[in-house]
């Protein structure tokens, strides 16, 4: 698999459930960011963790880092409809080189 | 609150065209990166720029593409011919400069759509 790799591919559960989205890598990376797309629109940063952090929250959302098993997770908790979109991980290695995943999918059902 | 611009947002060129795709980041941000999104496909990162030079690029990024930073605002993204497989929306992101050269999280535009006929 390629670099920022994330499972599910797509997520559908109900509005007040929790949803989580991994990622996995390939490479040594010097930080992994989160982003959210709403059907083909701009990407909006949710979350960056660095390498050497292992873990981050920011609202309701929840990210982990295990850079040993070259591996992110994000939890948002407590989800809305509005949460519904596509959401992406992406490493960051050295030279500002940045590799997208291929995206989770979610919908969140009211 | 800051953010970056793009202009057009949607560009519709015939093939073997030129085409210029413009860009202004936020004003005290010094990294600026472009990227593109088939439709249906995920975000691929074309190239991206540091003190008026390219830092890295990626294979998709050949010599059909340029990229420069022509004043002290814009940031343009040029495809000399462009090809039907060039169809795609294009983003260009900046972040800024943080102390020990540490990375920081990019802001994207909303992106130009690029229709090649």
């Known amino acids: 698999s390629q670099q920022g790799e994330e499972d599910p591919q797509a997520l559908s559960i109900q509005e007040g459930e929790n949803a989580t989205m991994n990622c996995s890598y390939k490479t040594s990376i010097n930080n992994l960011q989160w982003y959210r797309q709403n059907s083909g629109r701009g990407l909006v940063h949710l979350i960056l963790i660095r390498s050497n952090e292992r873990e981050k929250h920011s609202g309701r959302l929840r990210v982990t880092l295990d850079t040993s098993k070259k591996s992110s997770s994000l939890l948002i908790t407590a989800s809305r409809a509005a949460d519904t979109a596509s959401y992406f991980c992406?490493?960051?290695?050295?030279?500002?080189?940045?590799?997208f995943g291929a995206g989770t999918r979610l919908f969140v059902k009211a | 609150e800051p953010e970056v611009t793009q202009t057009p947002s949607h560009q519709v060129t015939q093939m073997g065209q030129e085409v210029i795709l413009r860009c202004v980041p936020i004003s005290n941000h010094l990294y600026f990166y472009w990227y593109r999104q088939i439709l249906g496909q995920k975000v691929e990162f074309l190239v991206s720029f540091y003190n008026n030079e390219i830092s890295e690029k990626s294979e998709i990024f050949d010599d059909q593409f340029s990229v420069e930073r022509p004043d002290g605002s814009n940031f343009t993204l040029k495809i000399r011919s462009t090809k039907l497989e060039d169809s795609a929306m294009y983003f260009c992101?900046?972040?800024?400069?943080?102390?020990?050269?540490?990375?920081?999280?990019?802001?994207f535009g909303p992106g130009t759509r690029l229709t090649v006929l």
């Open positions: 992406a490493t960051v290695t050295g030279g500002f080189k940045t590799i």
């Open positions: 992101a900046s972040s800024e400069l943080l102390a020990g050269w540490t990375y920081n999280e990019q802001f």
